[in-house]
């Protein structure tokens, strides 16, 4: 029988984090920590789409969907092989919780999954799927993720990818990846580390009337939408900080939740 596999919630950043060899090393050394997974889920910020839909079974383009950077980032490449055996389970899982899903297959892995995957699974030989975002609500996100959670008795590895705290313009692009963090930005994550820590769901869930500077730290709440996927497949697992931090401001927090 395959182990039980834990479920992450990563802070993915745009490219220029792959030129970061603080952020590498510390997903690097969390990937050593990890079993190797059968396949891999992923829940991006960067995909929305309802009914809920599944990325290509099969190899296609990556998705570049970023702008402004350097060419060099348009022309990286990821070539993990999809997974119609974790699509039928997905789909299968979905109908069991009444949920209709959609397949795009010309729909390739978009930069919140490909960027940490080539830090952490370069090899790029563990099939890949992407999962769309049907909503923003943080309850029905917790009840989709519920939904997956036995797909990780298959050795599915799912990842919800997003940022612990993301406002653009609040970022502090002059003063260096390593600028003191601005006060909402940390009050937000000291916030979300305790209520994390605590196994406080529900505070989790009502993030935006119980965290300090939710407004702040999330004017669109994307990228704060995975984690609750990533919590609703860990159930009552334990909560691990496996990534702490900020990048240019923003905290970059990252968990995984293991039974």
Known sequence: MLDNMPVLYLSHGAPPLLDDPLWISELKAWRKRLPTPQAILMISAHWESNPISLSASRQVPLVYDFWGFEDRFYQLEYAAPGSPVLGASVEQLLAEAHMSVDH?????????????????FPEATVPVMQL???????????????????????????????????????MRWDAGPN?????????????????????????????????????????????????????????????????DGFWFGLAKRSISVAG
């Open 132 to 170: 769309s975002l049907p909503t923003l609500n943080p309850t029905q996100l917790f009840d989709l993720g519920k939904a997956l959670a036995p797909l990780r008795d298959e050795g599915v590895l799912i990842i919800g990818s997003g940022f612990f705290t993301h406002n653009l313009r609040g």
């Open 179 to 243: 600028a003191e963090p601005p006060s909402w930005s940390r009050e937000f994550d000291e916030w979300g580390a305790q209520v994390l820590a605590a196994g406080e769901i529900d505070q989790l869930l009502n993030f935006q009337r119980s965290a300090p500077a939710a407004g702040i730290a999330h004017p669109r709440t994307e990228h704060f939408a995975p984690l609750f996927v990533t919590l609703g497949a860990g159930g009552s697992d334990q909560v691990v900080n496996e990534v």
């Open 104 to 120: 795009d297959e010309t729909r390739g892995l978009d930069h919140g999954a490909w960027v940490p995957l080539m830090v952490m």
